[in-house]
Structure formats: structure tokens, C-alpha cells
């Protein structure tokens, strides 16, 4: 999900308020973005790439979706094969939106959460994820206490990944002892990342 002012971006000829599903048994399926200020999905170039790094591994995956947005990451990895996806994401609108895509795909294996997500973080894991996207806004320099809170509240399962997405101007955050960063690119005003846990 991004909130981050940034113009919004048709590409590969995806329509505007529409999500395109890259690949797997969604392939080419368009959903609908709420009409939510500042929200879009993150791009299928990015999407093609992180799922291009995460193929080893999304088989069967646990997925945590933390700043959802649109869902496109999560839906994304449901596509591809992960087992189950948890979306968390504070907009009403946007969580009735992604409830609705949900269900217009039958994914009997997505949950959504309308939570604030470091709330949510500090609320305690019922079972750990193997795959965590972490894409908050950018204005919201909260990367560093987010990982410190999937890692001291139980939510990864060992050698976990977390993707990370940021601006491209912003810090690399500071990763929890034992942290490994695997990957890292920029595309335009957009860094992001994928690394692995203890």
C-alpha cells in the first residue's frame, strides 16, 4: 500500500482504479482501488520483481499484509501459492474495498484486519507468518519500531522474510540483530527491499 503523494502510475497498461493481478491463478484479474486519497497499489513492475525474489519460498507461505492499502501484495502472494494471507490496514473504505476483493475471488484463505498496524503488531501473534510485507506510508518514518515489533511479539516463524518498500530518499532503517538484508532495488522515487530473519 502507498499513501505517499505520489502521482499514480499506469504500468504495464493497468487501468486507473483498477488493481491487475501479475501471475498465478489470479493472473490478469482487475479489482477495484477505493476512492481513498492518496492510495495505490504498489506497481506491477515491483510486484513482478519481489515475486520473481520470493518464488523460492511463496508456496505454501504464511503472509502478513501490514499497511494492506489495496491488498495487492498479499492477493498478490495468494495468486502464487501462499497458504493464507492476514491483510491490516486502517481505512474503512479501503478495508470494505478489500473485503469486497476478497470475495469477488473467493479467497476463502484472506482475512482483514481494520487496525491501526503498530497496534495490531503489539496485540500479540496467535501463530508466526513466514512472509511479511511492510509498506507503510512514507511520510510515516516508523520502519525501525515496526521490525522491532514483529520481532518481539512472536509474528515471524524462523527465517521469516519482511519486504520493506520506501521512499528511495528516506534512511535505511536499522534491522533487529540477526537481520539480513537479501535484496535491494529502486524503481523512480521507490527502494525496496526484501530480508531475511533469524
Not at 19 to 48: F, H, M, N, Q, Y
Not at 157 to 179: I, N, T
Request: hydrophobic share 40%; net charge positive.
Amino acid at each position: 500500500m502507498q499513501r505517499k503523494n505520489k502521482q499514480k502510475s499506469n504500468v504495464r497498461g493497468s487501468p486507473p482504479g483498477r488493481l491487475r493481478i501479475v501471475a498465478g491463478k489470479w493472473r490478469s484479474r482487475l479489482l477495484p482501488v477505493a476512492d481513498v486519497a492518496g492510495l495505490r497499489p504498489t506497481s506491477e513492475r515491483v510486484r513482478e520483481t519481489l515475486f520473481n525474489w520470493l518464488a523460492p519460498v511463496i508456496e505454501g507461505a504464511r503472509c502478513l499484509d501490514l499497511y494492506a492499502g489495496t491488498g495487492a501484495l498479499g492477493i498478490e502472494a495468494l495468486s502464487r501459492g501462499a497458504a493464507l494471507a492476514e491483510f491490516v490496514e486502517n481505512s474503512r473504505l479501503a478495508v470494505n474495498a478489500l473485503r469486497s476483493s476478497i470475495e469477488l475471488l473467493g479467497a476463502t484463505n484472506a482475512s482483514v484486519h481494520e487496525a491501526d498496524a503498530e497496534a495490531f503488531l503489539r496485540s500479540g501473534c496467535r501463530a508466526p507468518f513466514n512472509l511479511v510485507f511492510l509498506d507503510p506510508p512514507f511520510a510515516t518514518d516508523r520502519y525501525e519500531e515496526l521490525c522491532r515489533l514483529l520481532a518481539d511479539h512472536g509474528w515471524l516463524a524462523k527465517g521469516a522474510q519482511v519486504y520493506l518498500e520506501q521512499s528511495s530518499s528516506q534512511q535505511f532503517p536499522r534491522l533487529p540483530d540477526g537481520w539480513e538484508l537479501l535484496k535491494k532495488k529502486t524503481a523512480g522515487n521507490v527502494r525496496y527491499s526484501l530480508i531475511r530473519t533469524e
